[in-house]
């Protein structure tokens, strides 16, 4: 994969994630996932980042699972994700499809989507540091999964997005049934998953499927202010916080109530609690350090 298919910078403690392929809408080849799943992993771990971004160029956010670089050879298909068909281009915008051309032998599917679609989401959900998606076109099928298995999501006001399964005949994947529920409710979850109608950007916040609508020319200039309050903020605490609300609608009060307790415990150990409170006595405004 060109490094250039995803553009990756580190500023002011803040990754920067870029699709960088606007010919195709941003649909993901299999390198690019792989990529994504490493980044995440590594700005999880690295003390220096404290805050991340993910959008794209062009005028889609993504279009969903490239087709021609899927595990079953060049898929055939359009790519619907965008409500349009693009000259000259194979793909489809769902991890389903990469196996859907050629020879398949019981259990490939299911494989391809564990170690694919659901393995990229789980990246994000699992990142331990806040991540912002800065929509900034089309986000279809595993492009609109992407987006929304972020913390916060900012739209353009020209963002669509599009539950595109049912389109081709699919079941949604990249843990699509496991998070609209969690954001609009069951019957709603299963209106956009049965009709696969572009919602727009103001309808998707409306819906809570996105925090805030913000103009074209203002996403990129919102997306780094955001960022740049979350990476002053305390990184620990954030991670914890992720961790317990993520967790919150799967879990039973009693279960909920321990791992706030446990949650409590480990964060007043790190340096940035012992900051605010000080910071609170001494009263002062926090300087926290990620740590």
């Known amino acids: 994969m060109p490094v250039s ?5 580190v500023d002011g403690q803040v990754a920067y994630l870029t699709l960088n392929r606007p010919e195709a809408l941003n649909a993901l080849t299999p390198a690019q996932r792989d990529r994504l799943i490493q980044l995440f992993g590594e700005a999880s771990a690295d003390p220096d980042v404290r805050a991340m971004v993910l959008t794209g160029t062009g005028r889609g956010f993504c279009a ?11 898929g055939r298909g359009a790519r619907e994700g965008a409500g349009e068909r693009t000259a000259g281009e194979r793909g489809a915008g769902d991890g389903a499809g990469e196996r859907i051309a050629g020879e398949r032998v019981a259990g490939d599917v299911a494989r391809v989507i564990r170690e694919g679609a659901q393995r990229l989401i789980a990246a994000v959900l699992d990142c331990e540091k806040p991540v912002i998606a800065a929509v900034n076109g089309t ?32 079941v949604p994947d990249g843990g699509g049934a496991y998070l609209l529920p969690r954001l609009v409710g069951p019957r709603r979850a299963k209106e956009l998953m049965f009709f696969g109608d572009a919602l727009s950007a103001p ?19 919102t997306a780094r202010e955001w960022a740049a309050r ?15 609300v993520n967790a919150s609608l799967d879990s039973d009060r009693g279960t909920a109530f321990a791992a706030e307790a446990a949650a409590q415990e480990i964060n007043m150990t790190t340096a940035d609690a012992q900051e605010g409170v000080a910071s609170f006595v001494e009263r002062r405004s926090p300087e926290y350090r990620g740590r």
């Open 5 to 9: 298919e995803v553009l990756h910078v």
């Open 64 to 74: 969903g699972a490239d087709l021609r670089g899927g595990a079953g050879g060049g």
């Open 139 to 170: 986000a279809a099928g595993l492009g609109a999964h992407l987006a929304l298995a972020c913390d916060l999501v900012l739209a353009a006001e020209s963002a669509r997005f599009i539950e595109v399964f049912v389109r081709r005949g699919l």
């Open 203 to 221: 309808d998707a916040e409306r819906l809570g499927l996105v925090n805030r609508v913000v103009p074209d020319g203002e996403l990129d200039k």
């Open 230 to 244: 979350l990476a002053t903020g305390p990184t620990r605490a954030l991670a914890l916080t992720k961790q317990l």
